[in-house]
């Protein structure tokens, strides 16, 4: 299974990349896949590259539901 993840963009980097936060955790991503990207712009992140940009209401509600379910950014799932 696969998860793409809510991350806002936090810095802007050379050659189509930028640092984005994940659950506060800071990462670089590739934005080669999407345009008009700027700083404080939420985009959805798969394996190093932003897939598309998403509206700020919508990633909001999507972290509250992944930290409920335990499964947000930097959570596992408890142990079954």
Known sequence: MCLAVPARVIELLDDDRAT?????????????LVEGVAVGDY???H???AL????????????????????GTGALPPAA
């Open 52 to 71: 598309s940009k998403l509206d700020p209401e919508e990633a909001e509600r999507t972290l509250a539901l992944l930290a409920e379910t335990g499964t």
């Open 20 to 32: 984005v936060s994940l659950g506060g955790v800071k990462v670089a991503c590739s934005l080669a």
């Open 47 to 49: 394996v190093g590259y």
């Open 43 to 45: 985009v959805i992140v």
